[in-house]
């Protein structure tokens, strides 16, 4: 049969019309038997591969429909394509985890970040080129279950049980002392430095006080 360019285009769009998967294997198979076609014509003439045509005339025959498996179609993630990458990961991360504090799920905290993981990476000899970016490898720890987790500032020390007694041996010290007229208290700020001689400003004396 000669089909000319109008009708091959026709045909093709009608066929992108379909959901992809057995609907479009259908149409394809049946457009295929009532134009007479052989695979090959198809091929040349469509552009339809030759193994989607045999499935689709297959299942036309049988009276049997395949079943999709779609989920299995999409792009293979990184961790789980290179296997090597993912144990590196592993061993980067695993030395530095804490549990999840309410010990409500199994997630993973580590201090380290992406870019330091994408670092310790390539010293372990994994192309800089064929790496995943930072962004994406942010992703990478979160899929495998780790998160970052930033170290907490250190909490100050709890009061211990001498505490109180120090603080009261002071004040019955400081009274006692204060009851004496031949004692001079002194009050000192602990906290400031003071430069003295040489030291004050720099070593200049614009004052003229010391002589």
């Not at 297959?58 to 779609?70: P, Q, S």
């Not at 792009?75 to 789980?80: F, G, K, N, P, W």
């Not at 970040?113 to 372990?124: H, M, P, S």
């Amino acid at each position: 049969m000669n089909l000319t360019p109008e009708l091959c285009a026709f045909i093709r769009q009608t066929a992108r019309s379909f959901k992809v998967g057995a609907p479009r294997r259908q149409y394809m198979a049946q457009t295929v038997q009532t134009l007479g076609l052989g695979q090959r014509q198809a091929q040349r003439l469509l552009g339809w591969g030759r193994d989607t045509l045999e499935k689709g005339l297959h299942e036309r025959r049988a009276g049997i429909r395949r079943l999709e498996d779609l989920v299995a179609r999409g792009r293979q993630r990184v961790e789980d394509k290179d296997q090597r990458l993912a144990a590196d990961i592993r061993s980067l991360a695993e030395p530095h985890p804490s549990a999840d504090p309410g010990l409500k799920s199994s997630r993973r905290y580590t201090n380290l970040t992406a870019a330091e993981v994408r670092d310790a990476l390539i010293a372990k000899g994994h192309p800089e080129a064929e790496l995943p970016a930072e962004r994406t490898m942010r992703n990478i720890l979160n899929r495998m279950n780790y998160r970052l987790k930033r170290i907490p500032k250190g909490e100050p020390l709890k009061k211990s049980e001498q505490t109180d007694a120090i603080f009261a041996n002071l004040k019955a010290a400081r009274e006692e002392a204060r009851k004496n007229p031949e004692t001079l208290e002194i009050s000192m700020d602990t906290k400031a430095k003071v430069a003295l001689g040489e030291y004050v400003r720099g070593g200049k004396d614009p004052d003229g006080l010391r002589r």
